[in-house]
């Protein structure tokens, strides 16, 4: 059963937007942390963001700001707002959940983002 499902991905030109949804089936409130991962083609998976339930929002660093994690906790929700896009970004996204009242980590099973030059 899938617990998390992504979607939002798509092809897009340098420069231009996405937003990324994930969708849970339970109540993200349950959750004590909420991410988003990405794997490009070749390597290994990587952190994105993270956020919390405390609000507390981590980025990796050479994002420089492009990219914002959202989370609507009345609507089981969770975003990524993906602005300035560059070529480098295409990679399979991955939503991700943890803590709190769930006992194994919860995984989407990807969209894609394809940047062009």
């Known amino acids: 059963q899938e617990k998390l499902v992504e979607s939002g991905g798509g092809l897009v030109q340098a420069g231009g937007s996405l937003r990324l949804s994930c969708a849970a089936s339970e109540n993200i409130l349950f959750f004590n942390s909420m991410g988003w991962y990405r794997q490009a083609p070749g390597k290994q998976r990587e952190l994105v963001a993270t956020?919390?339930?405390?609000?507390?929002?981590n980025y990796v660093d050479y994002l420089a700001g492009r990219f914002t994690i959202s989370r609507d906790n009345a609507r089981n929700m969770v975003y990524l707002q993906m602005d300035s896009l560059k070529p480098e970004d295409t990679a399979v996204y991955y939503c991700k959940a943890w803590g709190g009242t769930i006992h194994a980590d919860y995984w989407g099973q990807g969209t894609q983002v394809t940047v062009s030059s």
């Open positions: 956020i919390n339930l405390g609000g507390s929002i």
